[in-house]
């Protein structure tokens, strides 16, 4: 079983032997990870590594894969997602890769995180372009 929660790059999970299902969130939503979540797990701030606070309410807005062997899937960076085991035996392989999108993020949410955190600035864009998301 994976717990719920959200990589900081792209995943992709090819799956070679077993059955699990995947539970995949909408990315970059803050009613399935909160902005302080994500700039504490950008930051590398937060204590739970990237597991993150999950209620089952959560499932009506995932989609649902039930992967065998051979399937691939890949999901949007910062995609909250679990993942269960169906039987006794599972290999996969995970792969993270990074886009100049995902490089722009990464320096974006600490940037907030530092600017809200040490001085108390009230909340902050996320856009990943335009003059202030280039000053970060």
């Not at 302080?36 to 309410?57: K, L, N, R």
């Not at 490089?103 to 864009?125: C, E, K, M, Q, W």
């Amino acid at each position: 079983m994976v717990y719920y929660h959200f990589d900081a790059n792209h995943q992709a999970l090819w799956h070679l032997r077993g059955s699990k299902r995947i539970w995949l969130y909408p990315a970059c939503d803050e009613r399935f990870a909160s902005r302080d979540i994500m700039e504490q797990i950008f930051a590398g701030t937060y204590d739970y590594d990237e597991e993150i606070p999950y209620s089952p309410e959560f499932d009506e807005h995932a989609v649902v894969y039930q992967l065998e062997p051979g399937d691939v899937v890949s999901w949007p960076q910062n995609a909250p997602h679990r993942i269960e085991e169906l039987d006794t035996l599972n290999v996969s392989l995970s792969t993270g890769f990074v886009t100049e999108a995902a490089d722009r993020r990464h320096l974006i949410y600490p940037a907030n995180h530092l600017f809200r955190r040490r001085f108390g600035l009230p909340t902050v864009s996320t856009r990943e372009t335009g003059l202030g998301a280039s000053a970060k």
